[in-house]
């Protein structure tokens, strides 16, 4: 990597993105962090990272993004994380299809319309990083989160598939694969599933009052839960090191979960997860 080093970061009005961002900049690398809202702004530059508006649901804006980034840099962008994204709760029979395909677009059509505008600048140089932070939920199966789920598991098949054919260009490609992080996540699910689900007149209408409390903070909180400098500490490694590894699974819950997935039969391991609220 070159000394000044370039970054895109995405979703950085809070949690992971805003963290990372910060931590990126302090590392050294000229940050631009996207957000999707002007109010979001001013507090990254205040922190002199250079912010610029982006929303995945809108392909222009990915455009005049790439556009500026390169534009500001000479034309060379070192490494892309793909960070911004909502979860969409509500069971999988509640949900109508539009509501579906606009998760999509959030986590998964827009980073790959981003991704395609930076490899060619990236082969261009004969190197780059491109790292998409995926989910535990992309590896394993959740109730009531079929339509995050369903975008992380899309992400995982496009992204390795991804550092497959870019083997030999110089790119590197690696998936971080967080449990849970203290973030507006929960929150912002919360927000979505009240306003495209019928919580009262559902089948699930029972399961939904766990969900919301869950939702809501009224729930049990998982001791297990790490801040967003967990995410960093493997995001740096598939930034910097000789040889990133294709997954980074980040907390204790996803570790587990994943290695049960492994060992244990399919029935019993579903069985497992239906368990848990």
């Known amino acids: 990597m070159p000394e000044n080093r370039t ?9 992971i993105g805003a963290h990372c961002a910060r931590a990126l900049k302090a590392d050294g690398w000229r940050v631009f962090a996207t957000v999707r809202g002007q109010a979001d702004l001013a507090a990254l530059e205040a922190d002199g990272i250079d912010a610029l508006l982006m929303d995945y649901t809108q392909p222009d804006t ?40 606009v998760q999509f677009e959030t986590n998964f059509f827009g ?24 989910s535990i939920l ?6 009531y989160r079929g339509a995050y789920t369903a975008s992380k598991y899309a992400l995982e098949g496009l992204t390795i598939t991804m550092r497959m054919e870019l083997e030999g260009s110089g790119i590197a490609v690696s998936l971080i694969e967080p449990g849970p992080i203290t973030s507006r996540f929960t929150a912002n699910a919360l927000a979505k599933i009240k306003e495209h689900v019928d919580l009262e007149g559902s089948v699930h209408a029972k399961q939904y009052e766990r969900q919301l409390k869950r939702l809501d903070g009224r729930g049990q909180i998982s001791r297990h839960k790490l801040g967003p400098e967990a995410v960093y500490d493997v995001l740096t490694h598939a930034l910097t090191a000789p040889r990133p590894k294709p997954h980074y699974l ?25 368990r848990l609220d």
């Open 138 to 143: 992309g590896l394993l199966p959740y109730r």
């Open 111 to 134: 980073w790959h319309e981003l991704t395609r505008r930076v490899i060619p600048v990236m082969r261009a140089q004969g190197q780059g990083r491109i790292v998409n932070c995926s």
């Open 250 to 274: 980040v907390t204790k819950p996803a570790k587990q979960g994943a290695f049960l997935k492994r060992i244990l039969p399919a029935a019993l391991f579903y069985k497992l997860m239906r």
């Open 7 to 15: 970054i895109i970061v995405t979703g950085c009005s809070s949690g």
């Open 62 to 101: 990915i455009a005049a993004l790439v556009e500026a980034v390169l534009e500001r840099t000479g034309g060379r962008l070192d490494a892309l994380f793909n960070n911004g994204a909502y979860g969409q709760a509500g069971a999988v029979e509640d949900l109508e299809t539009d509501v579906l395909r």
